[in-house]
Nanobody, 114 residues
């Protein structure tokens, strides 16, 4: 049974920091891609940051503020979010798998107050 369990979301003031974690289990092949997406109310899901084969890719709106990292031995991906802004408020979803075939977590809410 595939499980992606996210944690670390919450309420934070603008300028603050949060660290998200996502532990993946049960994926029936070697994971070479893990990442984070987000979806705000009334908006489409958008890429935040992704690790593919050791290479990182960030959305322009988080460059310099967010850092993605992973512990491959634990199939866990992290997202360190600094200098948070109210517009970062969204449900953050973890994705893991390989390019073209992702499994998804249920998401963790991040709310940034002004």
């Amino acid at each position: 049974q595939v499980q992606l369990v996210e944690s670390g979301g919450g309420l934070v003031q603008a300028g603050g920091s949060l660290r998200l974690s996502c532990a993946a289990s049960g994926i029936p092949f070697t994971i070479n891609a893990m990442g984070w997406y987000r979806q705000a109310p009334g908006k489409q899901r958008e890429l935040v940051a992704v690790l593919i084969g050791g290479n990182t890719n960030y959305a322009d709106f988080v460059k310099g503020r967010f850092t993605i990292s992973a512990d491959n031995a634990k199939n866990t991906v992290y997202l360190q979010m600094n200098s948070l802004k109210p517009e970062d408020t969204a449900v953050y979803l973890c994705a893991a798998g390989r390019v073209g075939m992702y499994y998804w977590g249920k998401g963790t809410q991040v709310t940034v107050s002004s």
